[in-house]
């Protein structure tokens, strides 16, 4: 069972709004990964990090921001929420030095009004 | 690019097996997943190959890898109703960020 968490479960918040996305991990892992997945159900990564102090931009265009100061801890920051970033967010953890598979949270489901 | 394929949707009979298929592109694939997502929930890993096995078996599911073809399957056998999900397929290329996801096929279990 893996031990990743994402707070809130679901948000509801009005345009212009700033967000943060809680995503913690308590199985020590360097990797962690934020995929927004659209209604359609394909996932796109939009960010991504190899560790402390690390952050990548993915494959899908985010005006969303991360960071990484501590291992267990990713937060997402929407600095303005708007309409169009109504979406699932899931964040994910890997530590396999051999295997790569990837460990999600239960996901944030957000909608803004 | 890398590119995972998957059919949408997948209607079977409880107690019928279920074929999941997935196809890929990439030939450098180190290791192939297949995730299950629950309504509402995020992904669960249900099992991996390596990319040298050309079958896994773990109780219920068997994952089948034609590797020449670049073809993955999932088989489910005694279907049931709480396997009613969204099933992805992903692979894995060694010094990559990321794995790359298949679309989700949507298995409805009839009863």
């Known amino acids: 069972e893996a031990d990743i968490y994402q707070t809130p479960r679901y948000l509801v918040i009005g345009t212009g709004k700033k967000i943060t996305l809680e995503c913690s991990q308590t199985m020590g892992h360097d990797k962690m990964y934020w995929y927004q997945q659209d209604p359609g159900m394909e996932l796109h990564l939009i960010h991504y990090s190899y560790g402390v102090n690390s952050t990548e931009k993915g494959d899908l265009s985010s005006e969303s921001t991360v960071s990484r100061i501590r291992t267990e801890h990713f937060p997402l920051t929407l600095e303005s929420a708007r309409p169009s970033h109504t979406s699932q967010y899931l964040c994910?953890?890997?530590?396999?030095?051999?295997?790569?598979?990837?460990?999600f949270g239960p996901g944030t489901r957000l909608t803004v009004t | 690019g890398e590119d995972v394929e998957q059919s949408l949707f997948l209607s079977v009979r409880e107690g019928d097996s279920s074929v999941i298929n997935c196809t890929y592109t990439d030939s450098s694939s180190t290791y192939l997943y297949w995730y299950k997502q629950e309504p509402g929930a995020g992904l669960q890993l249900l099992t991996y190959?390596?990319?040298?096995?050309d079958m896994k078996q773990d109780q219920r599911l068997t994952v089948l890898l034609n590797k020449k073809d670049k073809h993955l399957s999932l088989r489910i056998a005694d279907t049931q109703t709480g396997d009613s999900a969204i099933y992805f397929c992903?692979?894995?290329?060694?010094?990559?960020?990321?794995?790359?996801f298949g679309s989700g096929t949507r298995l409805q279990v009839q009863p």
């Open positions: 992903a692979e894995a290329e060694t010094g990559r960020r990321a794995l790359t």
């Open positions: 190959i390596f990319s040298n096995m």
């Open positions: 994910a953890s890997s530590g396999g030095q051999e295997t790569y598979e990837q460990y």
